[in-house]
């Protein structure tokens, strides 16, 4: 960092010391000399608005159907979208961002699908992320793989943040198995 950054980081530091004494201690913060102020608005503003329970993130699942014979396939889409123009960040307790569930088994396994070191990311301001998905019907239950039994399952999409019940991070629907 150049004298003249260094001073002025000094500055934005004392500014925002009293808004972040309970604020996620992990903030990343780029030191940069041209992304500087633009990543302490966006640590700050994230950071900030995790503390009042309010994320301008939202997240959408839309399949191509909602009713299914038993091991049919279903091909769905995931959305991801930062309402806000600035950068967003989240702590996850995994490693990805996002993991869909059918009856709250990951990926419909009744292993940990997701069990991975957590991690920080960003979600950028204004952008949405679309991911197309296809899960195979079955369930994958240690070395048994069998379809779900018929009647109605809930399939979801969530971030993997601690509080996402809190802040809307996650979609749902309900899926009807017909029977057999």
Same mark, same amino acid.
């Given at each position: 960092?150049?004298?003249?950054?260094?001073? !002025?980081?000094?500055?934005?530091?004392?500014?925002?010391?009293?808004?972040?004494?309970? !604020?996620?201690?992990?903030?990343?913060?780029?030191?940069?000399?041209?992304?500087? *102020? *633009?990543?302490?608005?966006?640590?700050?503003?994230?950071?900030?608005?995790?503390?009042?329970?309010?994320?301008?993130?939202?997240?959408?699942?839309?399949?191509?159907?909602?009713?299914?014979?038993?091991?049919?396939?279903?091909?769905?889409?995931?959305?991801?979208?930062?309402?806000?123009?600035?950068?967003?960040?989240?702590?996850?307790?995994?490693?990805?961002?996002?993991?869909?569930?059918?009856?709250?088994?990951?990926?419909?396994?009744?292993?940990?699908?997701?069990?991975?070191?957590?991690?920080?990311?960003?979600? *950028?301001?204004?952008?949405?992320?679309?991911?197309?998905?296809?899960?195979?019907?079955?369930?994958?239950?240690?070395?048994?793989?069998?379809?779900?039994?018929?009647?109605?399952?809930?399939?979801?999409?969530?971030?993997?943040?601690?509080?996402?019940?809190?802040?809307?991070?996650?979609?749902?629907?309900?899926?009807?198995?017909?029977?057999?």
């Amino acid at each position: 960092m150049r004298p003249d950054d260094e001073s !002025a980081q000094s500055e934005i530091d004392d500014l925002l010391k009293p808004y972040l004494r309970n !604020a996620d201690k992990q903030l990343v913060v780029d030191t940069g000399p041209v992304n500087t *102020r *633009r990543a302490v608005v966006s640590n700050t503003y994230g950071s900030l608005l995790g503390l009042v329970g309010y994320v301008p993130i939202d997240i959408s699942l839309k399949p191509e159907g909602a009713t299914l014979e038993p091991g049919e396939p279903l091909d769905f889409t995931v959305t991801i979208t930062n309402r806000s123009t600035i950068d967003i960040p989240l702590s996850l307790t995994c490693s990805t961002l996002w993991g869909w569930y059918l009856d709250g088994h990951p990926e419909a396994t009744t292993s940990d699908h997701y069990n991975s070191p957590p991690r920080r990311v960003k979600v *950028r301001g204004s952008q949405s992320y679309t991911f197309e998905r296809r899960w195979s019907g079955y369930i994958h239950d240690g070395g048994d793989i069998r379809p779900p039994d018929s009647g109605e399952h809930t399939f979801e999409a969530r971030i993997h943040t601690e509080d996402r019940s809190d802040q809307g991070l996650f979609d749902t629907i309900e899926l009807q198995i017909l029977d057999a």
